[in-house]
RNA sequence: CGGGCUGUGGCGCAGUUUGGUAGCGCGCUUGCUUUGGGAGCAAGAGGUCGUCGGUUCAAGUCCGACCAGCCCGACCA
């Protein structure tokens, strides 16, 4: 390619409504432009890249035996109804209908496509089977951002793995760990997989890929000492004991005032510090008013409420309903004696004596409350979420919290969508079963965005050679000097004759501009032809990583630089 | 959905307080000069001021409604 005849639009300055790093840059190196809140267009360049990401991806697909399909995006509302996810999906799955009236909808994964294809296998002869697709997802997201690592339409290879039993699945998903280890690794990512939550994908078990980020939406618990990891939102961690002396009588006492548990810790801190109380919220649960205990200097995560009920639908009471519910205003809200509504506690107040909470009277709070014995728990259940500073259960370690970019994540799914569906073969034995399944995601676009994010410096982005939308860029300081436009003329043919990704920058601009370009779009090898090292024979070599630069013979630099360029194509192989 | 903010040439912004017929930088076009880190001079092109309605002799500016986008939160496979 001649970029003098390339569609590269690049922007001086980002556009203000840019934050992340990986939009400004994406959008000032000409790779991609918005269209409308979380829908953009893959500018030449930003498609280049898209599809090296795609190829990789398909390349690990099919090494773990993967069959590539292609489904459709619109589908009749009603295949999701069968599973149950056009509720349970609400406003996130976009919905319309077609001019004979009938209910339609676009699909954000496809579960329930994959799964009716799965009802033509009716042997276990047949399985296992791992059928995946590169294809469009639409999602109307509350809230998109931050380019693209969160949008409305993108493209993902969903893949979806067919076995007979859990062991198979076991196999299946381990495969697919293992590819996208490798994936992640080509693509110059160092994501790690953690424990987490299935959401409303139900299933037994997922792992998500996690690439560390400030840019991230996902809080992730490490642990240095053991390798223990988790998102926020699945992450368990140990206590230190608390010791609550001897078994007391219950009281009640006036707390005139005091609604928090500061403020009720600073005016009797003999009875009330934050870890002797316990903290009552009311959560409306699938429409179940609900009592949920904490101990009161604990933050409640919402997801683990959710996975521990089953529920789908969890909110905060509002006030008028937790003075219907206990009579009081919150702030002197607490479970002794309530009988009329669940009570979910978070395992820290198990065994626990000598604590203080609200009385369910405005004003007025017990203590001396020993849980097991004035709390009529119904339910126990780690709620609680993990804070810096504590404690790995597995070997007491200080455990890290960091952010991290959500680059993939594989799920267990079970037999949810075959049941559903009717997709169910005999064994060797000629007994039935549902077709045990998993499903498999990786986000193409927010990849990319993960790679800006992990490679960048104050000039621009720094692709790895493995998905730059060109491997090298061979710079003419004066394309009108016959010299150097013969001698780079020479060096591009020869690169392109070696199956090297190059671009030959023959613009009639100023060297700095098309040195500022070379450096914003981030391509990984750029050969500067200028009039006086073309005069003694030579040019020079810069690796965008480091910006270092050394003389070669304009003899040598085809040969070394496809040598290079071969090179960083292993990246991760 | 709650809170905050922003819509003026391709990009970044001023102008709105105090209504008078739209401006700056970058980019773009042409010419001359320049040529190893985002050039200089000169002449140009380009704007329904987010949309609709209202007030007024007159609206980018005042009033109302709506739309869009961004940020925080909620939400999120």
């Known amino acids: 390619m001649r970029w003098s005849q390339a569609h590269i639009p690049t922007l001086r300055e980002a556009p203000a409504d840019a934050e992340a790093v990986s939009h400004r840059l994406l959008v000032r190196a000409g790779f991609i432009r918005q269209i409308a809140a979380g829908s953009y267009t893959m500018l030449p360049l930003g498609q280049r890249t898209r599809l090296k990401v795609e190829r990789i991806i398909r390349e690990e697909m099919d090494a773990i035996g993967a069959q590539e399909m292609l489904l459709p995006t619109l589908h009749p509302a009603d295949i999701w109804r069968k599973s149950g996810r056009y509720d349970l999906m609400g406003d996130n799955l976009f919905k319309l209908k077609d001019r004979k009236d009938t209910d339609m909808v676009l699909g954000m994964t496809e579960e329930e496509i994959f799964a009716l294809h799965a009802t033509e296998i009716f042997s276990y002869r047949d399985l296992p089977q791992i059928w995946y697709q590169m294809h469009i997802k639409f999602r109307d997201e509350p809230r998109p951002k931050a380019g693209l690592l969160r949008v409305r339409e993108f493209t993902m290879k969903d893949s979806y793995s067919l076995d007979i039993d859990w062991a198979g699945l076991d196999v299946a998903f381990e495969k697919h760990r293992e590819a996208y280890k490798r994936i992640f690794a080509r693509l110059g990512l160092s994501a790690v997989d953690v424990e987490a939550s299935s959401g409303t994908m139900g299933g037994s078990e997922s792992v998500e890929f996690i690439q560390r980020s400030e840019a991230g939406e996902d809080w992730i618990v490490t642990c240095d000492g053991c390798g223990y990891r988790a998102n926020l939102e699945k992450a368990t961690s140990a206590l230190v004991p608390i010791e609550d002396g001897e078994s007391t009588s219950i009281e009640k006492f006036p707390t005139p005032g005091l609604r928090t548990i500061k403020a009720l810790a600073e005016a009797f801190p003999e009875v009330a510090a934050p870890e002797r109380q316990i903290k009552t919220l009311v959560y409306v649960v699938d429409g179940q008013p609900t009592l949920i205990l904490l101990r009161g200097d604990h933050e409640l995560h919402e997801q683990k409420l959710i996975d521990h009920t089953g529920s789908t639908n969890v909110r905060p009471a509002h006030p008028e309903e937790i003075r219907e519910l206990l009579g009081a205003d919150p702030g002197s809200l607490g479970g002794v004696g309530v009988t009329h509504a669940p009570i979910i506690a978070d395992n820290a107040l198990r065994g626990r004596r000598n604590m203080t909470t609200g009385a369910n009277e405005d004003d007025f709070h017990y203590k001396g409350v020993e849980v097991e014995r ?106 009108d000097d016959p010299a150097v436009k013969e001698a780079g003329e020479r060096l591009y043919s020869g690169l392109l004759a070696n199956g090297v990704d190059v671009i030959i920058d023959d613009r009639e601009e100023r060297p700095g ?39 070669v013979g304009l003899d040598q630099v085809v040969a070394k630089v496809t040598e290079l360029v071969t090179a960083g194509r292993q990246l991760g192989r």
Request: aromatic share 6%; charged share 25%; with cysteine.
């Open 513 to 551: 501009v098309k040195f500022a370009d070379a450096e914003l779009v981030g391509i990984p090898f750029r050969i500067t032809v200028g009039p006086k090292g073309v005069a003694e024979g030579k040019v020079e070599l810069t690796i965008r990583r480091g910006l270092e630069t050394e003389e």
């Open 374 to 479: 004035d709390i009529p728990v119904g339910d126990w259940a780690d709620l609680r979420t993990v804070a810096l500073g504590d404690r790995c259960v597995e070997c007491g370690s200080a455990l890290d919290l960091w952010k991290g970019i959500e680059v993939g994540h594989i799920f267990k799914l079970g037999t949810k969508y075959s049941e559903a569906f009717g997709a169910i073969v005999q064994d060797e034995h000629g007994d039935s079963h549902p077709i045990v399944m998993g499903s498999y995601g990786i986000g193409v676009e927010r990849n990319m965005a993960a790679v800006v994010e992990a490679n960048h410096d104050d000039a621009g982005i720094i692709w790895p050679a493995t998905i730059a939308p060109y491997e090298v860029v061979v710079t003419l300081v004066r394309p």
